[in-house]
C-alpha cells in the first residue's frame, strides 16, 4: 500500500507541473498576441495617413496642371484642399512663386532669356496630414 500512495503523490505533482506549464505558455501566447495587434494597429494608422497624404498630393497637382485653364487662378486665389473623414472640411494652401520674385533668367544656347517665370509649388500644413506637404517646383 505505501507504494501505491507514492505513485498517487508523485503522479499529482505532475499534474501540477503541466497546469503551470501551460498558464505560462497562455501568458506567453497573449503577450504576443497583444504585440501583434500593437504593431497592426500601428500599421493601419500609418497606412491611413499616407493615404491621406496621396489624396491631398493628387489634388494640388491637378491645381498645378490646371491652372490657368477653365477659369482656375491659383496665384489670385489660393485653393483649398478637401481630404474624406476631416472635420474641417477645406484646408486652405499657400502658393509660392507668383509675385515678381518668382522671375529669373535663363540661357539657352547662348541666347539669354529673362524674366522667366520660376515653377510655381503649393504648400499645405495639417496635423492630420503630418506636416507640410509641398508639391511643385523647389521651394528654394
Known sequence: MHLSNS???????QR????IESLIGLVLMAIIGMGV???TSKMSVAQKDMRLQEIAVNQMRALLLNNGTGG????ATPPSVKL???DDSAIQTKVF????SGLTTAVIGGITISDIRKPL?????????????????SGS
Not at 505513485?7 to 505533482?13: E, G, P
Not at 482656375?72 to 496665384?75: A, G, K, P, R, V
Not at 512663386?97 to 515678381?100: E, H, I, S, T, V
Not at 509649388?121 to 517646383?137: A, H, K, N
Open 7 to 13: 505513485k498517487k503523490i508523485s503522479i499529482n505533482r
Open 16 to 19: 501540477g507541473d503541466f497546469l
Open 37 to 39: 495587434v500593437f504593431v
Open 72 to 75: 482656375i487662378d491659383i496665384c
Open 84 to 86: 474624406p473623414g476631416v
Open 97 to 100: 512663386g507668383c509675385d515678381a
Open 121 to 137: 509649388y503649393i504648400s499645405v500644413t495639417s496635423d492630420v496630414l503630418g506636416g507640410e506637404v509641398i508639391v511643385g517646383g
